[in-house]
């Protein structure tokens, strides 16, 4: 569906909406804020803190906008912070990363719902139909995901002896990058820009995840992964510049830039001079091509010996060509050293 054949606004009248709300909190709301809390047996102060962390609208103190489900979410909540699985110097970034989180995952979800309902002709008549159908399989399969993400991170804790004990890790972090994202988002209508920025993203994803890395985020133009293998890192980046300076193939244009160090892992995302000296190199990178710090070339390079010389032509075995290039002076760094690396033809 292009940005012009979008379905028209939902005319949806205000007891279908409340409708709506009642079938997702299991009933329709009746407490108060104040009501919630003592239910609960949570101070009201540490109650409204939590939801403001979440995300969720401010109420005042007379809305009856809250229902069982919130009584027992604080409970949850209050036995987590007493289990000290939400220590009171975290519990503020987790509960707002979850906030943050499936409140993106939620607007996604009703969107898809309202559109569903508009195109079936008679919103009002069929949006609780859809969500009744539809929402229980989308919480079981939520709920199947997140296991399985639970699990993965779970096995990569236990066979990093060093990050059960430490919150830094040795990684390689990768920038992927469109290049003229600019330009052709100018060119493309609203439909158009996102099948493309999706078919990057999901084309992106399956290589890291295959050569088992790790999508961190992504930042509109840009993927940001992780891997442990710094070899992983630069066939990853290899890969994908190659398809995109194949003029048939729809993949973007991409440049990348590499380092590889300690890294600190934090709620999903990743901080540090490592990461950093990525993001840097990336921005010094040319079209389709795949920049490297000291880091990773040291990792490759005959344990770190030729860390001040190209490879030489003549090594049949070497798997990669280097070239070194000018120290780069960037935000934060003075003399950041970096290599061109490019598959060696066979």
């Known amino acids: 569906m292009s940005a012009e054949e979008a379905p028209p606004p ?17 009933e329709a709301p009746g407490l108060t804020q104040h009501e919630v809390a003592e239910r609960a047996g949570v101070p009201i102060e540490v109650a409204t803190t939590l939801w403001h962390q979440l995300g969720f609208p401010h109420h005042s103190d007379d809305d009856r906008a809250f229902a069982a489900s919130d009584v027992e979410a604080l409970r949850l909540a209050s036995d987590l912070v007493q289990m000290g699985i939400l220590p009171p110097d975290q519990q503020a ?29 008679d919103p009002a008549a069929h949006l609780t139909e859809l969500a009744s159908d539809v929402l229980p399989r989308v919480e079981a399969l939520q709920t199947y995901v997140w296991r399985r993400h639970l699990a993965s991170a779970a096995q990569h804790l236990l066979e990093d002896s060093t990050a059960l004990t430490s919150a830094e890790s040795e990684l390689s972090v990768c920038f992927i990058d469109i290049v003229g994202y600019t330009a052709q988002s100018r060119r493309l209508d609203g439909a158009e820009l996102v099948a493309w920025v999706d078919g990057f993203e999901q084309d992106t994803t399956t290589l890291v ?16 992964f992780t891997v442990a293998d710094p070899a992983a890192a630069v066939e990853i ?8 300076d194949d003029e048939d193939d729809p993949f973007p244009a991409v440049r990348a830039g590499i380092a590889h160090g300690a890294v600190v892992r934090r709620l ?14 990336t921005s010094a990178a040319r079209p389709g091509s795949v ?11 005959a344990a770190g010996d030729e860390a001040h010389e190209d490879a030489p032509e003549e090594d049949p075995e070497a798997r990669w060509r280097w070239r070194r290039l000018r120290r780069i002076s960037a935000k934060g760094f003075r003399n950041l050293e970096a290599w061109r690396v490019r598959a060696r033809e066979m």
Do not use: C
Request: proline fraction near 1%; charged fraction near 15%.
């Open 209 to 224: 995840v295959d050569h088992g890395g790790q999508v961190i985020k992504t930042i509109g133009d840009e993927v940001l």
């Open 10 to 26: 939902l005319d949806v009248p205000a007891e279908v909406a409340e409708a709506m709300g009642a079938f997702l909190l299991g």
């Open 291 to 301: 920049l490297v710090d000291a880091g990773v070339h040291a990792a490759l390079t």
């Open 237 to 244: 980046a290899l890969a994908l510049t190659t398809r995109g």
């Open 268 to 281: 999903g995302d990743v901080f540090g001079s490592t990461v950093n000296a990525a993001s840097r190199l």
């Open 93 to 121: 970034a987790l509960v707002r990363t979850w906030g943050r989180s499936y409140a993106r995952l939620a607007e996604w979800q009703a969107s898809l719902l309202a559109g569903l309902a508009a195109e079936a002709g």
